[in-house]
């Protein structure tokens, strides 16, 4: 057991950027109807329901879990933790799903609401008789449901009003609970006013007899029911009769229940169906068009969301198949002819920077006799696996190296420097134990990546492994072409007139590298 401390937040300025995981007390001083509660709220870490658990709240309180500005969508949602009016499931059916929900880019305040009082240290010990006979544990309950909801309404009129701070939208606030904290829900929902009503809500396996209210809003409100069958509580009843009651009503309504999974299955791993029932949430919340994205991405804004997203994961499937990409150029190398006698061949191998390059100014890589071998997204790792077949098969007389951007973006993996320059290297010595001349390149400048931006600036990362590059070729005599400093602005990124995303090239960029690359392996061929 151990005492509970929270971080009171009152102050309407407050930034609520840096808001993640802090709690919000809901009220100043004692709250209306426990003023003369004297007792100290506590944690129950070892108990019979084997998760930890909050009791003897006395101060409610929300904990807020904001998501990256990234993945935000503008979407929150309260949630009420379950556990018999006498304890609360803090992690499995509060912190856990508001971590999952702010994967989805959903902010999630979980509710400490006030709940009856424990005389002693294991809660639950002395919750489970009571639990045998629902009357008499409903009738104990019947003071602390009314403060319940009042903390639920109060949780959503805070979070309503203080919306525009948290980058919220107030017309996209839902309420959600847990067995108890079900019952808190839909006695919100029935309760509330315009100000601190649910945009839509979700009761998991909620228990019905304590509810307060049953008169449905007028105003549109999804509801989204889960339950197992077995549920040892026999609450699949009070389930099915809130999904009938909301689709009689002609509220939108979607009602999911699972063969086996108990009470309380919350976010536990039962290796059953249930273990995945927040999938069938987010997907249901994107359905009711709460998961679009607030700040998309460029490739969001011109492929659409979907897209993207589909995109990336029929590039991971393909990784799984074939990670270098050795089918990408297999058939054009197959149709590049032996080079002729004295043929000064040269190869340029990177990312989407190189193949870009090919496709923005084809003239270049003709007129003077170099084969372009890039591919959009790839690291360090990627190229060395498919150096070989991509630049030693050609028979080339040098190769330009440039690679390395998405190492620090993370395509592939954290990003780690010595793992990254490592591969250079052996790339490097490839080559040169085959008598390929090796010419290296910087890596272009650049400070956030769209595609990526949760990483935010990274440009002192590029910065460190390009001086460790030119290090390197220095100490071994390897021609070095440094795109980096010519390219450069003040915050050591790439101006829009020359990158528009601040990353790739356009034309006018490409020519500024064209020149630099020239000079440099003109000389190294003499």
């Given amino acids: ?40 709220e506590q944690m129950s870490l070892k108990n019979m329901f084997n998760t930890e658990l909050v009791y ?9 879990f904001l998501p990256p500005k990234d993945l935000a969508t503008g979407t929150a949602v309260i949630i009420a933790p379950g556990g018999g009016f006498h304890t609360l499931s803090i992690n499995s059916e509060g912190i856990d799903l508001a971590k999952w929900l702010n994967s989805k ?47 639920g309404l109060t949780a959503m009129q805070y979070v309503r009003s203080h919306a525009k701070e948290m980058d919220i939208d107030p017309n996209k606030i839902g309420f ?24 839509f809500i979700a009761p998991i396996y909620t228990y019905a007899n304590a509810i307060i209210g049953s008169t ?20 699949m009843s009070h389930s099915l009769d809130i999904y009938k009651k909301w689709y009689d009503a002609k509220q939108p309504a979607e009602l999911h229940i699972f063969e086996k999974g108990g009470h309380g299955f919350g976010m536990r791993k039962q290796n059953v169906p249930t273990d995945k029932w927040y999938e069938r949430f987010g997907e249901w919340l994107k359905l009711q068009g709460y998961l ?5 991405n460029k490739y969001e804004k011109q492929f659409g969301e979907d897209a993207t997203a589909q995109y990336q994961i029929s590039e991971w499937e393909r990784m799984k198949s074939d990670f270098g990409y050795l089918a990408r150029y297999k058939e054009a190398n197959k149709k590049v002819s032996p080079p002729k006698a004295n043929e000064n061949r040269v190869v340029f191998l990177g990312n989407s920077i190189t193949e870009g390059w090919v ?122 072409i440094d ?31 064209e020149e630099m690359a020239e000079k440099v392996i003109k000389s190294a061929l003499k």
């Fill in 359 to 480: 496709n923005a100014d084809s003239t270049f890589f003709n007129k003077n006799n170099f084969i372009g071998r890039g591919i959009s997204g790839q690291t360090s790792v990627q190229t060395l696996l498919r150096f070989r077949q991509d630049i030693l098969s050609l028979n080339p007389k040098a190769v330009v190296i440039q690679i390395g951007i998405n190492d620090v973006a993370e395509n592939t993996g954290p990003y780690n420097e010595d793992f990254t320059f490592g591969n250079i290297q052996s790339m490097v010595e490839i080559a040169q134990a085959n008598k390929v001349k090796v010419i290296l390149a910087s890596i272009l400048p650049a400070t956030n990546f769209e595609w990526r931006r949760s990483l935010g600036n990274r440009s002192a990362m590029i910065v460190a492994l390009n001086n460790r590059i030119k290090s390197y070729a220095e100490s071994n005599k390897i021609p070095y």
């Fill in 56 to 64: 003897n709240v006395v101060q409610p309180t929300i904990t807020a």
């Fill in 292 to 296: 679009k994205k607030l700040y998309p």
């Fill in 105 to 151: 880019g959903v902010a999630a305040f979980v509710l400490k609401y006030r709940v009856v009082r424990s005389l002693t240290d294991d809660p639950v010990k002395e919750l489970l008789p009571k639990m045998a006979d629902f009357k008499k544990l409903d009738e104990e309950n019947a003071p602390v449901v009314p403060l319940a909801m009042a903390d």
């Fill in 176 to 199: 959600m609970g847990f067995s108890a904290g079900g019952t808190v829900t839909m006695s919100v929902v029935y309760n509330a006013t315009d100000e601190n009503r649910p945009n």
């Fill in 216 to 235: 449905i809003p007028n105003a549109k409100t999804p509801i989204f029911v889960v339950v197992a069958g077995d549920d040892q509580l026999g609450l």
């Fill in 1 to 40: 057991m151990k005492k509970i401390t929270t971080l009171t937040i009152l102050s309407l300025g407050i930034c609520f950027n840096a808001l993640s995981q802090q709690v919000i007390q809901l009220y100043e001083g004692k709250p209306k109807g426990s003023e003369n509660w004297t007792w100290t």
């Fill in 483 to 513: 795109y980096h400093s010519a390219m450069k602005n003040e915050q050591n990124g790439m101006n829009p007139d020359i990158a528009p995303d601040g990353v790739h090239p356009n034309l006018k960029g490409y020519k500024m590298m």
